[in-house]
């Protein structure tokens, strides 16, 4: 349960920071919740083709591998704490489209595919695979409320809660990078 729940806090840090795919799942989202949503979940499909990648590797993966990807993934984490400011982005004109840019966007992301391979990786060595399950019910909770959010009161506290969720995702992501950083620096001693 412990393992699920670090996993759902992780995802939360990570979907949270006003990044391109954020700043993609707004957009839409100000057209429409479900035009949100459906380009959230584009994302979430992104990071399910990575899981899957890292979930083949974990096997195959000596563990003296594991201490220093278990660092380099929280060096990660800290730095994209540090470069989790926001940018705008056009909405999608139809739900599909931006499911499939959101899609597109996750898959050739070189930030998103390091991440599951460094930190998402130590995150199943250290955690198990129970920690995807939290990890994922974080994104989807993350793809449904953010986009109603937005398009709820995007006319007249967007900017404000923006900035709320940036400062909290830079807390989340230097505070879980500290932790892989820490897991890994006791796995060596």
């Known amino acids: 349960m412990n393992a699920a729940l670090f996993g759902f806090g992780l995802a939360l840090s990570l979907a949270g920071p006003p990044g391109p795919m954020n700043a ?19 994302a979430v499909t992104a990071d399910a083709v ?29 730095w994209l704490g540090y470069r989790a400011y926001g940018s705008k982005g056009q909405g999608p004109p139809s739900a599909a489209e931006g499911y499939v840019s959101a899609v597109g966007l996750g898959l050739t992301n070189p930030y998103q ?5 460094t930190a998402g990786l130590s995150m199943i060595a250290f955690l198990g695979y129970f920690s995807a399950v939290g990890f994922f019910a974080g994104l989807l909770a993350w793809v449904t409320a953010f986009p109603y959010a937005i398009w709820k009161l995007s006319s007249l506290y967007a900017e404000r ?17 500290l932790f892989f950083i820490l897991s890994g620096a006791a796995a060596l001693a």
């Open 50 to 78: 990575f899981l899957v990648v890292v979930a083949l590797l974990h096997g195959y993966v000596p563990g003296w591998v594991k201490v220093p990807v278990s660092l380099l993934g929280g060096v990660l984490l800290i």
């Open 24 to 42: 993609l799942i707004a957009s839409a989202s100000t057209h429409g919740p479900w035009k949100g949503v459906s380009t959230g979940l584009g």
């Open 113 to 117: 595919l390091g991440w599951w391979l």
């Open 161 to 177: 809660m923006l900035t709320a969720i940036r400062y909290a995702s830079v807390v989340g992501l230097v505070g879980f990078g």
